[in-house]
Nanobody, 115 residues
């Protein structure tokens, strides 16, 4: 059974930082491209950052220079370090694992940026 379990969300003030984690099980993690997506209030889910199995990375323009995605294949975990957070980063953040025609999602973790 495949599981992606996100953690690390919460309430943070503007300018603050959070680190999200996504622990994967039931997949050969090192072969999967991993991504973080978010669904902002009233918006559709959209890509935030992605890291391939070969560790190439890609970011949404809105988070470039502020967010960093990384992975630890030994721990089957992908991270999203979020710095200089803004109120518009408020969203539910989802972890995604993709390999060929396999695509899995976590349950999401809420991030709220507010003073």
């Amino acid at each position: 059974q495949v599981q992606l379990v996100e953690s690390g969300g919460g309430l943070v003030q503007p300018g603050g930082s959070l680190r999200l984690s996504c622990a994967a099980s039931g997949i050969m993690f090192s072969t999967y491209d991993m991504g973080w997506y978010r669904r902002r209030p009233g918006k559709q889910r959209a890509l935030v950052a992605r890291i391939t199995f070969g560790t190439a990375t890609d970011y949404a323009d809105s988070v470039k220079g502020r967010f960093t995605i990384s992975r630890d294949n030994a721990k089957n975990t992908v991270y999203l370090q979020m710095n200089s957070l803004k109120p518009e980063d408020t969203a539910v953040y989802f972890c995604n694992a993709e390999h060929l025609f396999y695509n899995y999602w976590g349950q999401g973790t809420q991030v709220t940026v507010s003073s």
